[in-house]
C-alpha cells in the first residue's frame, strides 16, 4: 500500500490540507500519515569575541508530544469514520528535516504541504519550509495553495 505523508503546523490552513490530502490518499487507495514536527526550544549561547549566537536544540518533554498528538488524532477522527487508513506522528525536529526524514523512514510515495501564500519579502527573510521540501525531496510533493479565511 502506498503511503502519504501530510505535515500540518495546526496554523488555520491545517485542516485545509489535511481534506486535500485525504481526498488524495482516498483516490489512491493510499495510508495517509499525518505529521506535526515540532521545532526544538533553542538556547542561546553567546560564542566568541563577536558574540556569535549558537543554538543547542533542547528535546520537548514527552507530554507535550502526547497533547500534540491528540491534536493530530483529531484531524484523522474524520478521515478514519470514513474509512481512510490513517495514522499520526509528532516528534520535534527542525521542520524541513523531520518532514524529508518521515517520508524516508515510512517510504512515502508522495509528501502533502499547504502553502501559507506568504509574499516575497517574507520568503526573502525567513524562507519556507515548503521551497525547502521542494529542493530537498526525492519524492513528489503536492502543494495546497491554501489561504487563511
Do not use: C, W
Not at 503546523?9 to 485525504?22: E, N
Not at 542561546?44 to 493530530?72: C, F, H, Q, S, W
Not at 523531520?98 to 510515495?109: F, S
Request: hydrophobic share 50%.
Amino acid at each position: 500500500m502506498k503511503t502519504i505523508l501530510t505535515a500540518i503546523d495546526f496554523s488555520p490552513i491545517s485542516q485545509k490540507v489535511v481534506d486535500g490530502a485525504g481526498q488524495l490518499a482516498a483516490a489512491m487507495g493510499a495510508r495517509l500519515v499525518i505529521l506535526n514536527v515540532a521545532e526544538p526550544i533553542a538556547a542561546y549561547v553567546p560564542v566568541g569575541a563577536a558574540m556569535d549566537v549558537i543554538t543547542a536544540p533542547m528535546p520537548m518533554e514527552p507530554a507535550d508530544l502526547n497533547a500534540v498528538k491528540e491534536r493530530l488524532n483529531q484531524f484523522a477522527a474524520p478521515l478514519l469514520s470514513k474509512g481512510l487508513n490513517v495514522e499520526t506522528v509528532a516528534l520535534v525536529s527542525l521542520p524541513v528535516d523531520g518532514i524529508l526524514d518521515q517520508a524516508t523512514a515510512l517510504q512515502a510515495a508522495m509528501i502533502v504541504l499547504g502553502s501559507h501564500g506568504h509574499g516575497a519579502v517574507y520568503q526573502l527573510f525567513s524562507g519556507s519550509v515548503v521551497t525547502s521540501v521542494l529542493h530537498r525531496s526525492h519524492i513528489p510533493v503536492t502543494v495546497i495553495p491554501v489561504h487563511a479565511d
